[in-house]
């Protein structure tokens, strides 16, 4: 347990004191009870000790005790907020459908045309304030996020995550190359001018949680001039890179001819400057130990989308041997190839598909729900490199919590007398949704439930 030197006098704490559920870089999950938590003005945690401290703390820290939150036994906890590390912001309307096609014929039939769709503003900001809604009700505190190729319609999204209090990166998605549907796509100096307009207008504003980041949708609808413009002006103005990987059969076939030169889809994503340790690539469930190792030895991430790989029928990616080859990974819904918007949901489809490729090896080390725990939250932290940020309790990040209430009522799932503290937050992870998070604080500030709701 540590703390901060003490504030000067007077400045405004909040306090909790009770249990908290975490990860940290050793342990996939710890239960710290009872415990004592303080965040100050900024956000920020400034001490976690055993409450046998509390009376010292309250004297260096000039708080009362009846301004301490104390949780209630069993009954409450805090986690880490949930991290969404890939949600397509403008799928969100055709979240739950259009689930019986493989991945390219699916973009073709649905997703270009919703996507098409957000040159309306009022379309927008309708969309796009339901959608970061939802997801900040389900505990989504961090979320990396692509918009449209409409650059004033994403930095619409911006806007409203900012008036909404989620930490997020934002893209502006480029594509330059789309035959099969040839309405929805930009020309390639249209697509650079705009990402350099988008990410300048984005940094003058200065919302402190909410960060441009590069965002080329995929090889295939990206011409070779429009990546390597991409990569060298996202490595000069150190700007973080998002887009898709190794998905689907077919689409690893697309991109074998259309780059017979590289050795395999990784490659053209390195060749083209766009593989560095500010990299998440959604998906990759069929990249080859070699280019995990390129992975890892250029510390780009992987965000693991299991609802969607299997809604697609695009397959089932090993996080486990992601993971052995040392591999950040954190989870994405990939609304709306994913149908859920709740990263609880992303953990219980990980699971499966763990348990799957448990049933197809004997020997498989299957992932245990701790570590999908962690990959949900300080996981997920650590691809999109905020690990030092956020993603668990410790002193001196931003406090992003959730208050978990297992006594709600309509609570889909009932606590016995028998019932653990770890009984509890399994039947949480497994049972529990939006009504059992009665709490969202993102940078200290709580921002679920709604201000004027
Ligand atoms: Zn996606």
């Known amino acids: 347990m540590t703390s901060k030197a003490p504030c000067p006098q007077g400045e405004s704490l909040q306090v909790f004191k009770g249990t908290f559920i975490h990860a940290t870089h050793t342990s996939p999950m710890e239960t710290l009870t009872p415990l004592i938590l303080g965040v100050n003005r900024t956000g920020k945690i400034v001490f976690i000790e055993n409450v046998d401290k509390e009376e010292e703390l309250s004297q260096a820290w000039h708080f009362q005790k009846k301004n301490i939150r104390v949780l209630r036994e069993r009954e409450e906890f805090f986690i880490p907020g949930l991290v969404d590390t890939h949600i397509h912001a403008s799928q969100y309307p055709n979240m739950g459908t259009c689930l ?43 979320a990396c996020y692509f ?26 998605v480029c594509m330059d190359l789309n035959d099969l549907f040839p309405e929805y796509k930009e020309k390639l100096c249209e697509s650079v001018v705009e990402t350099k307009r988008f990410v300048a207008e984005l940094t003058g504003r200065e919302y402190p949680l909410v960060k441009p980041i590069v965002t080329p949708r995929f090889v295939p ?31 690893v076939e697309l991109v074998k001819s259309l780059f017979p030169e590289c050795k395999n889809y990784t490659d053209v994503y390195d060749r083209h400057s766009l593989l560095n340790d500010k990299t998440i690539m959604a ?36 996080v486990r ?30 699971i499966d598909v763990t348990k799957i490729l448990g049933f197809q090896s004997s020997n498989y080390e299957r992932l245990t729900y701790q570590e999908i725990f962690r990959l949900a939250t300080l ?49 949480f992870l497994n049972l529990g949704d939006d009504r059992n998070m009665v709490e969202v604080y993102v940078a200290g500030k709580k921002v679920v439930p709604f201000p004027n709701a």
């Open 100 to 142: 019986d096609l493989p991945l390219l014929e699916w973009l073709v039939r649905y997703t270009f045309p919703v996507e098409s769709k957000f040159k309306d503003p009022k379309f927008t900001e309708d969309v796009y304030t339901k959608l970061v809604k939802r997801t900040l009700r389900n505990g989504t505190t961090t």
């Open 147 to 172: 918009a449209t190729i409409h650059t004033d319609s994403t930095l619409k999204l911006c806007s409203i995550i900012d008036n909404l209090g989620q930490r997020a990166f934002v893209g502006k």
């Open 221 to 251: 609808s990206c011409s070779s001039e429009l990546m390597q413009q991409l990569g060298s002006y996202a490595s000069s103005e150190g700007l973080h890179i998002q887009s898709h990987i190794s998905e689907s059969r077919a689409e």
């Open 283 to 318: 998906h990759g469930v069929y990249l080859s130990n070699d280019e995990l190792k390129v992975f890892q030895k250029k510390g780009a991430a992987i965000s693991h989308c299991p609802n969607s790989n299997i809604s697609l029928g695009s397959g089932l990616f090993d």
């Open 321 to 350: 041997n992601a993971l052995h080859h040392q591999v950040k990974i954190g989870l994405g819904t990939d609304v709306s190839g994913g149908y859920s918007p709740s990263v609880l949901n992303a953990m219980r489809a990980a």
């Open 379 to 427: 996981g997920g932290s650590q691809a999109l490199g905020l690990d030092n940020v956020t993603g668990n309790f410790e002193v001196g990040k931003d406090f992003d919590a959730i208050l978990v209430n297992t006594n709600v009522p309509n609570s889909p799932f009932d606590v016995f007398t028998d019932d653990t503290q770890e009984d509890i937050f399994q039947k």
